[in-house]
Structure formats: C-alpha cells, structure tokens
C-alpha cells in the first residue's frame, strides 16, 4: 500500500505561480513512475504530467507543456508539479499519482495504469 497527499493548491492570479508537492508514504519502494492529474467539475479526469524513477521519461499534456514542470526529491519521497503562467482553464482538483509498473518510452499518460492516489487539492485561477 502506497500513501499520497498533495500540498500546496489554492487560488492564484492568471499568469501566476503555484508549485504543489505530494508526499508518498508506505510502500514507496514498489513505486516507479509519478504522475500529476487534473479533473474539472463535470469532465474527465486527465493527465497533466508524468515522470518515472530516474527521470528519463517525461511526459507532458500539450496544454501544459512549456509552463509545467515535473520533479521529485527522492530523498525526501516527495515531488512536485511547478505551475507556471496559470490560465483559468488550468483550473481544476490536482491529484497526485503512483504506479508500480515501468514507463513505456513515450511516457507514462494512461490514468489506468495508476494504483495509488491522492485526495487531491483545489487549483483555482482566476481571470
């Protein structure tokens, strides 16, 4: 079993900044890809960006690529999503993901391939 909490979510300006942080806890050995998710009331959940162990394979939806930015510190069992130049339709709950299985080399984007989440956290911008 893997544990994962977000931090770090709340209400920004448009072309603002918000970094959120997940902590990992429990079996964070058997992890080996991280993934950030968003999902907006009444729409899919989707991927936002996605990173395996070494970090070697990244992936990054196209509406956020150039202005996210995915990381961990795994010192710590913690990463991050930096959000940079926030639009309004970046406005959604956030969640922090993990999977046990490896990355294909096009990146780790299919949700179904993620056991473990988070609770998520409330990304708001405002126009």
């Known amino acids: 079993q893997v544990w994962l909490v977000e931090s770090g979510g709340g209400l920004v300006q448009a072309a603002g900044s918000l970094t959120l942080s997940c902590a990992a806890s429990g079996r964070t050995f058997s992890i080996n890809a991280i993934g950030w998710f968003r999902q907006a009331p009444g729409k899919e959940r989707e991927v936002v960006a996605a990173?395996?162990?070494?970090?070697?394979?990244?992936y990054y939806a196209d509406s956020v690529k150039g202005r996210f930015t995915i990381s961990r510190d795994n010192s710590k069992n913690t990463r991050y999503l930096q959000m940079k130049n926030l639009k309004p339709e970046d406005t959604a709950v956030y969640y922090c993901a993990a999977r046990e299985g490896y990355c294909p080399g096009n990146g780790c984007y299919d949700r179904a391939d993620y056991k473990y989440w988070g609770p998520g956290t409330q990304v708001t911008v405002s126009s």
């Open positions: 990173m395996n162990m070494n970090g070697a394979i990244t």
